[in-house]
T-cell receptor
């Protein structure tokens, strides 16, 4: 089925560990995004990508790394997890930069 | 001033009533506007988008845009308990760095029996 899939759905990790959240879309959308959602802050953009091998920072990029070697995949890596990175992470895609977003189901990450 | 502002609610309406959700934005150059619905523990899903001043209707939903007042709203007619969710307003602005989409923090809607 076409769509956007995130994995894992839930992750608990310890402070200082590296964690990678996966995102895969089957629509061949050009744009992909990573957001985090926290109470009181709403959805905040971490990184986005306009195409394979093109990525750019969003509003809150510190502590995160992304790559996009293939159009369909956009993994997000927390190089050394901190408790402040405990959040719900959403991956999204869109056909163009101004098009509506399609969201994945989210990954709930807890850093202990 | 926040770039996109919404009343956090909760907004409580009786079943069958009209729910009116409001959103204001700060950048006059904003070009496209989106409403997403998010159920608790779920991901946001697109409800409506609007680009031009005026009203846009889709079933029980109507989006209203007033660029002069920098105001966008979502009306839900004949509200149902299944409409109970958080509604996120998102505003897209074309900047020197490309498109910038900013979300409001959302308004929680409760439709009561």
């Amino acid at each position: 089925d076409a769509g956007i899939t995130q994995s894992p759905r839930y992750k608990i990790t310890e402070t200082g560990r590296q964690v990678t959240l996966m995102c895969h879309q089957t629509w061949s959308h050009s744009y992909m995004f990573w957001y985090r959602q926290d109470l009181g802050h709403g959805l905040r953009l971490i990184y986005y990508s306009a195409a394979a091998d093109i990525t750019d920072k969003g509003e809150v990029p510190d502590g995160y790394v992304v790559s996009r070697s293939k159009t369909e995949n956009f993994p997000l890596t927390l190089e050394s997890a901190t408790r402040s990175q405990t959040s719900v992470y959403f991956c999204a895609s869109s056909e163009q930069g101004a098009s509506p977003l399609h969201f994945g189901n989210g990954t709930r990450l807890t850093v202990t | 001033q926040k770039e996109v502002e919404q009343n956090s609610g909760p907004l409580s309406v009786p079943e069958g009533a009209i729910a009116s959700l409001n959103c204001t934005y700060s950048d006059r150059g904003s070009q496209s506007f989106f409403w997403y619905r998010q159920y608790s523990g779920k991901s946001p899903e697109l409800i409506m988008f609007i680009y031009s001043n005026g009203d846009k209707e889709d079933g029980r939903f109507t989006a209203q845009l007033n660029k002069a007042s920098q105001y966008v709203s979502l009306l839900i007619r004949d509200s149902q308990p299944s409409d109970s969710a958080t509604y996120l307003c998102a505003v897209n602005t074309l900047t020197g760095g490309g498109n910038k989409l900013t979300f409001g923090t959302g308004t929680q809607l409760k439709v009561e029996l």
